[in-house]
């Protein structure tokens, strides 16, 4: 079966740069979720977008947006990266016909050096 | 996740049940998760419960709730060295589905 597809699966920058991640959901998934996982941390929620409208903000710098497109996938976007941003990022996708399955990306590590 | 605690790590004998707990806050919750994590991997969705439910089984995985007490635990039977990993629960908040996890549980499991 499909699962959430998450590029690049590795990153690395530089203080000061910016970064873009994509996620791609579950197909028939309408609504997708953006976490972050720092090292040794529990994912926090950032993030959520449904039918290309943002639905819910969590702990996400300013530095950072995001978005949904009109074929679903979702870009976060990251600039004037700080050591700090350093992390695991997961996107995650549901549908409201698949009440309780809430299924996650295989994440995209990001290292800022 | 200061709003679900996990304790941080358990040990047990392979052949051997493993019992991992979880205690919540938000009475609320519409859905409570159990998550694996292997070591550089992503989250894979183990199980998850509905709140009106007590209890949910499938294959060697048990879920127990005790809403009263905002208790869940996740129950693995004849654990196997391929379990060892971390798992977490989360719970389900907000309209928007946001979840809301625990520190997760690092599950050892000993030849």
């Known amino acids: 079966a499909a699962g959430v597809i998450q590029s690049p699966r590795h990153l690395i920058k530089e203080k000061r740069e910016t970064a873009t991640l994509k996620c791609y959901p579950i197909?028939?998934?309408?609504?997708v979720y953006w976490y972050q996982q720092g090292p040794g941390q529990d994912p926090q929620f950032l993030i959520s977008?449904?039918?290309?409208?943002?639905?819910d903000k969590g702990s996400i710098p300013d530095r950072f947006s995001a978005q949904q497109f009109s074929d679903y996938h979702s870009e976060l976007n990251m600039s004037s990266l700080e050591l700090g941003d350093s992390a695991l990022y997961f996107c995650?996708?549901?549908?409201?016909?698949?009440?309780?399955?809430?299924?996650f990306g295989e994440g995209s590590r990001l290292t800022v050096l | 996740g200061e709003d679900v605690e996990q304790s941080l790590f358990l040990s047990v004998r392979e052949g051997d049940s493993s019992v991992i707990n979880c205690t919540y806050t938000?009475?609320?919750?519409?859905?409570l998760y159990w998550y694996k994590q292997e070591p550089g991997a992503g989250l894979q969705l183990l199980t998850y419960?509905?709140?009106?439910?007590d209890m949910k089984q499938d294959q060697r995985l048990t879920v127990l709730l005790n809403k009263k007490d905002k208790h869940l635990s996740l129950r693995i039977a004849d654990t196997q060295t391929g379990d060892s990993a971390i798992y977490f629960c989360?719970?389900?908040?907000?309209?928007?589905?946001?979840?809301?996890f625990g520190s997760g549980t690092q599950l050892t499991v000993l030849p």
């Open positions: 419960i509905f709140s009106n439910m």
């Open positions: 977008f449904y039918e290309k409208m943002q639905s």
């Open positions: 995650a996708s549901s549908s409201p016909a698949t009440t309780g399955e809430l299924f």
């Open positions: 197909p028939r998934h309408d609504t």
């Open positions: 938000d009475s609320s919750s519409t859905y």
């Open positions: 989360a719970e389900e908040s907000g309209s928007a589905r946001q979840l809301t």
